[in-house]
């Protein structure tokens, strides 16, 4: 019975360990936090207010905005990520694709339940309203396409918690890594 129980304990501790490695699972969509493998986070209070990563934004036409998320420096990489368009202080609206030059390190998230004020479903289905990556391995810059929802016109907030490294012994992530506010119309 032992050796039972301890056999069953070694073949889900993989799981539990790597189980982001291939990216956030949808539960992350509530509160944008690392789960278990990743506690406790051992960044040092000034180093949690000032990521070493930026989140820029380019508009482009008909309500799509190109998102960057890069390192600021060379030094430092990034394990993962997950990312929300933010609309007055509400999450999860629009829906994200991959850039050409992203597409084999980053996958969409569905988060149903989001955005919370929506009031037409067909315009709020949760559809690949988040984005996450697909491998932990390191990166440096990640690039992604929104789109805003139909007859969207206004202001627009990206928002990102970024796992710098997971290995080891060792776990860091900042979180609501923003962007600067950009305008999107129809």
């Known amino acids: 019975m032992t050796l039972s129980l301890s056999l069953l304990g070694l073949l889900a501790s993989p799981l539990a ?19 278990p493998p990743h506690w ?10 000032n990521p070493p990563f930026n989140l820029e934004v380019k508009t482009q036409r008909h309500g799509q905005v190109t998102v960057f998320l890069r390192t600021a420096s060379e030094e430092q990489k990034f ?16 829906y994200f694709i991959p850039a ?10 569905n988060c ?17 309203n988040a ?11 990640v ?14 907030t990206f928002v990102a918690t970024v796992v710098g490294q997971n290995s080891g012994g060792v776990s860091t992530w900042w979180e609501s890594v923003k962007s600067e506010p950009v305008s999107v119309g129809p």
């Not at 050409?100 to 998230?109: E, F, L, N």
């Not at 984005?131 to 810059?141: A, F, L, P, T």
């Not at 690039?143 to 627009?156: D, K, M, R, Y």
């Open 131 to 141: 984005m996450s990556h697909s491998s932990g391995e390191d990166k440096d810059r």
């Open 40 to 49: 406790p986070n051992q960044l040092e209070d000034n180093e949690i207010d």
């Open 112 to 128: 149903e339940a989001l955005p919370a004020s929506c009031e037409d479903e067909s315009l709020c289905q949760g559809n690949s």
């Open 79 to 94: 394990r993962g990520f997950f990312l929300m368009a933010e609309i007055d202080g509400e999450r999860g609206h629009g």
């Open 17 to 35: 360990v790597s189980g982001y490695g291939s990216g956030a699972p949808a539960s992350a969509c509530s509160d944008m936090k690392p789960g």
């Open 100 to 109: 050409k030059d992203s597409k084999d390190k980053v996958k969409a998230v």
């Open 143 to 156: 690039t992604l396409i929104w789109t805003a929802p139909s007859q969207f016109q206004g202001e627009v």
